[in-house]
């Protein structure tokens, strides 16, 4: 078995240990792909301090990038050398789900990828379906999309989930329309897509929220009409003053804290919809005002990873960064190896991170 470095999670909340781990040989149907960046996601610092359980020990990673290696019996339409997007969406293209376009919502049960190995032969659990923070990963075919070699493999890991999962809330789970008034709570790497999908859609206003001023002039630049922060500004207040008194068409909530939750229905239009994002701990509870929602014919929309359709969205976004009408570059604010993982960690749990890359 061929061996690498992963960065190994042992108990849950303390730093991250790089160490030799051996990977299995691709099963049927799985893709060995050797990766070339993965970019840090507030879900995996969340897993990785114990918020949702999990297996221990465990690798965390999963929006990647790479070049495939190896392949398995089965797999007829990559070829190794390929470059790929790696994403935690693995689907089986069969079920009621993945045939209605909701493969994030796919309800087949596939055999659990084999764990990797540490040097007393004891398992360690790849986490997400993808444990993509590690030298290569063992991932079910459905789980990549093939790319042009003439984009930056870089830019192209932001797609394996921060960029579809903000831009596809916006096109594929709130539909928005052109002329529409967009709130988005959160302008942290998932909030900044959101903002740019709702530019790319039209939106008339796009008011980015957030407790940060710096991430609130990147949320302008990535498209926002207005900025708010909610530190010190009346939040309400001011998505009125924007919308001279309508209120929003949409509110996305990209964090996670139960706050912006409760308060995100208070500031929708009549008709309006709150797509609900941001993945708080388990356990963490909202209130809102049934009568309200039913009276004015609103909605609240869970979006899952955008629901992306990886195989048709992500080859859609690499045209448009192509085009220069996506910004990939700009959401990436570091660059780590992989022995400065819990550097790279850190930082981003102090807010100075749009995206952080581990590079390899
Ligand atoms: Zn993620
Ligand atoms: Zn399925």
Redesign the pocket.
């Known amino acids: 078995m061929p061996s690498m470095r992963a960065a190994v999670c042992h108990v849950f909340g303390e730093p991250l240990l790089v160490e030799e781990v051996s990977l299995p040989a691709p099963g049927p149907n799985q893709v060995r792909v050797e990766l070339a960046a993965v970019a840090i996601?507030?879900?995996?610092i969340a897993f990785a301090e114990g918020a949702w359980g999990g297996d221990l020990p465990a690798v965390y990673g999963?929006?990647a990038s790479g070049r495939v290696a190896e392949i398995g019996a089965g797999v007829n339409d990559l070829a190794v050398g390929d470059h790929v997007v790696v994403t935690l969406i693995r689907s089986c293209g069969e079920c009621k789900y993945c045939r209605s376009g909701y493969e994030v919502a796919c309800a087949t049960t596939f055999e659990e990828n084999a764990p990797l190995r540490d040097a007393e032969g004891n398992p360690v659990y790849p986490a997400m379906k993808t444990g993509a923070f590690a030298e290569e990963v063992v991932v079910h075919r459905s789980q990549l999309v093939a790319i042009d070699e003439r984009i930056s493999l870089d830019a192209a890991a932001l797609l394996g989930?921060?960029v579809i999962?903000g831009v596809g809330s916006v096109t594929n789970v709130a539909d928005v329309q052109p002329g529409s008034n967009v709130v988005v709570i959160g302008s942290g790497g998932v909030g900044l897509n959101v903002v740019q999908g709702a530019a790319l859609a039209g939106a008339a206003a796009i008011v980015a929220i957030d407790l940060v001023d710096d991430k609130l002039q990147a949320a302008k630049e990535f498209g926002a009409t207005h900025i708010v922060n909610a530190s010190s500004e009346d939040v309400a207040a001011a998505v009125a003053s924007v919308t001279g008194g309508e209120m929003a068409d949409q509110v996305f909530v990209t964090v996670t804290a139960k706050a912006a939750f409760d308060e995100a229905p208070t500031l929708l239009a009549p008709t309006g919809a709150v797509v609900l994002i941001g993945l708080p701990p388990t356990g963490v509870t909202s209130t809102f005002i049934p009568l309200t929602l039913a009276d004015q014919s609103q909605r609240m929309l869970g979006s899952k990873l955008g629901a992306a359709r990886i195989s048709i969205d992500i080859p859609r976004l690499v045209r448009l960064y192509e085009e220069g009408r996506l910004k990939l570059d700009e959401l990436i604010t570091g660059r780590y190896p992989l022995e400065e993982i819990n550097e790279a960690i850190a930082s981003v749990e102090r807010g100075e991170a749009l995206r952080h890359l581990i590079v390899f």
Do not use: A, N, V
Request: one cysteine or more; hydrophobic letters at 0%.
């Open positions: 996601c507030h879900s995996d999963h929006e989930c921060g999962t």
